[in-house]
């Protein structure tokens, strides 16, 4: 019997859970129905609250209430939640594993993996920080996939012969729009853009903020609550949502608060037309991002074929309208824009599984990753012009060398920094980690130094530099340095979290985790130069060669994990047959 594979969205606002079986996508419901709000708390005495009981006592104790936690993820701030910190981490595995209890209800048996989506603009630290939160939770993240990949699997799976698809991703909390190309069956993004704090949350705001400037300059109430403020805030979303449907929105709220010892009831109208003036600002953002993705992408807008909407923000009328005067076509939505993320998210776990899927997806990277060097910027020399290796745009997994040199006679080491952005000075992109490699051959300048990127397909960077002359070499995993969790403080966070699920479950991040440290660090060794190897001969592989290597390398770091010797050294066996047959 195939192992299930679960599809989780985790969303802002919304999270979802599905399933590939018979054929077709189950969205699981559960006791919330099938979108789980993304809301974490506690109760009065302590207890553990996830999905619509933390929602419900946001306006009441918003102290011991938490929402809108993707957008943290990345960050290392802790979180109060009661009397105990938690890490955005932690908190999201508090919903993802909801979400496994919700599949193993439905399913009846444990579930232990599972595919994650991420928004397409997600950085390396936030996607490690998902995959984190999914071992917190118990379950083994075999893939994360860019959420419009996930959607365009979802409207196209079926898809014959070539088409041009802008997909307009907008949530509770982020932002992407990717140009996809299709062509028989075969999905590529060619292009994403985006923004990590721009959806929904941020039309909630804009009406709270009129709200309160009603309050404190209509009816000069200026000491306003913590507690009212929640209220307000949930008057906002609701109007939000009455708008994308009606002209106009009544917000009321009784007993809102008080005024000179007089309850004050909330009662006021919002009109559409005023609505989307207010939030014309962000939706002028999307439609830059969307110039510029198309720019990248080397199209323009009669090239497109479609536009598919996705996340729940969509249904907001202004954005289908615009939309439509832009490309001069109505945006397809017959998929359920909150839920066709989670089940593209189970189409590519039905994949891995190894289900009949039609579709295949090759996915980008919507960051360039590079080094610095000593160069000239506009004229002028300079310690840090950024030398790209891994471009925006670059199909993933993908590995990219190029060549340095020293620049002093007897030079015996060299920083190596590596940056994340586009901007010509790299000291203006973000530094993502640096390594020194030491003990040089003592020769002239300009002894070559050979800069390896590989970037994997959930976007995770390992980086490498090697003197040409001796051989001598150091590497970095990027994610690893990211992370703020080491093998044993993932451990302490599991159990953290499952106690407050009343229960000491060892998940299978717990086993592997023990399975690694027996793993031989002989064999590990062995088995991260052989992957290293076949990354550098991606390119010179052909397409099918470069598949059979990439399912090779993911099932050699399943092996590692599973710690089964066996199992790894018949893998490395193949991917070394490869290497050969390549390098000969």
Do not use: W
């Amino acid at each position: 019997m195939t192992e299930k594979i679960l599809g989780i969205d985790l969303g802002t606002t919304n999270s979802e859970v599905a399933l590939y079986e018979d054929g077709k996508v189950t969205i699981i419901a559960g006791p919330d129905g099938k979108m789980l709000p993304s809301y974490v708390g506690l109760d009065d005495k302590g207890g553990l609250l996830v999905g619509a009981a933390a929602m419900n006592q946001y306006v009441l104790n918003p102290e011991r209430t938490i929402k809108s936690i993707k957008r943290r993820m990345g960050q290392t701030t802790p979180i109060a939640l009661g009397d105990t910190s938690y890490s955005p981490q932690e908190i999201s595995a508090m919903i993802l594993r909801q979400l496994k209890l919700i599949a193993e209800d439905y399913i009846g048996s444990p579930v232990r993996k599972a595919v994650i989506t991420v928004p397409a603009f997600f950085s390396d630290a936030q996607r490690q920080a998902t995959r984190e939160a999914g071992e917190i939770a118990g379950l083994e993240v075999v893939k994360m996939i860019n959420e419009p990949t996930a959607a365009t699997l979802v409207y196209e799976s079926s898809h014959k012969g070539s088409k041009k698809v802008l997909v307009y991703d907008l949530g509770g909390g982020t932002f992407d729009v990717s140009v996809v190309q299709l062509e028989d069956g075969v999905i590529e993004v060619i292009a994403s853009h985006g923004n990590n704090a721009l959806g929904g949350d941020d039309f909630d705001a804009i009406i709270e903020q009129m709200i309160v400037e009603y309050l404190e300059q209509e009816k000069e109430i200026t000491d306003i609550s913590r507690q009212a403020r929640a209220r307000i805030h949930r008057a906002a979303e609701n109007a939000k949502k009455q708008l994308s449907a009606h002209p106009f929105a009544m917000i009321e709220e009784e007993y809102l608060l008080e005024k000179d010892g007089i309850p004050f009831h909330l009662s006021m109208e919002l009109a559409r037309h005023d609505y989307e003036d207010m939030i014309a600002p962000l939706l002028d953002e999307t439609f830059d991002a969307i110039h510029l993705v198309l720019k990248d992408a080397g199209l323009i807008v009669s090239d497109i074929d479609e536009i598919l909407l996705v996340g729940g923000s969509t249904r907001t009328a202004i954005v289908q309208q615009r939309l439509e005067e832009e490309f001069g076509m109505p945006p397809r939505f017959e998929v359920d824009p909150d839920l066709c993320v989670a089940s593209g998210a189970a189409l590519q776990a039905a994949m891995i599984a190894g289900e009949e899927v039609r579709a295949i997806l090759v996915d980008v990277t919507p960051y360039t990753f590079g080094t610095s060097a000593i160069g000239e910027i506009d004229g002028e020399m300079t310690l840090d012009m950024f030398v790209p290796l891994i471009k925006k745009n670059s199909p993933v997994p993908v590995t990219r060398s190029e060549v340095f040199y020293t620049a002093s006679d007897q030079q015996e080491a060299v920083n190596v920094t590596v940056y994340q952005g586009e901007a010509r000075d790299a000291t203006e992109n973000i530094e993502v980690g640096s390594f020194l490699i030491k003990g040089l051959q003592k020769r002239r300048a300009g002894s070559e130094i050979i800069a390896t990127f590989s970037l994997d397909t959930n976007g995770l960077l390992q980086v490498s530099a090697k003197e040409k002359a001796t051989g001598l070499e150091k590497s970095i995993s990027i994610a690893n340095a990211l992370s703020s969790y080491s093998a044993e403080s993932l451990q302490a966070a599991r159990k953290k979290v499952a106690r407050l699920f009343d229960d000491d479950d060892e998940t299978p991040a717990e086993v592997s985790a023990g399975n690694q440290s027996a793993t031989s660090n002989s064999k590990r060794v062995q088995a991260n130069a052989v992957i290293d190897k076949a990354r550098g001969l991606f390119d010179a592989a052909s397409e099918d060669d470069r598949e059979d290597m990439i399912d090779l390398i993911e099932a050699i770091n399943a092996a590692l994990s599973a710690g089964d010797e066996d199992e790894l050294q018949g893998q490395l066996d193949e991917l070394s047959e490869i290497i050969f047959y390549l390098e000969s």
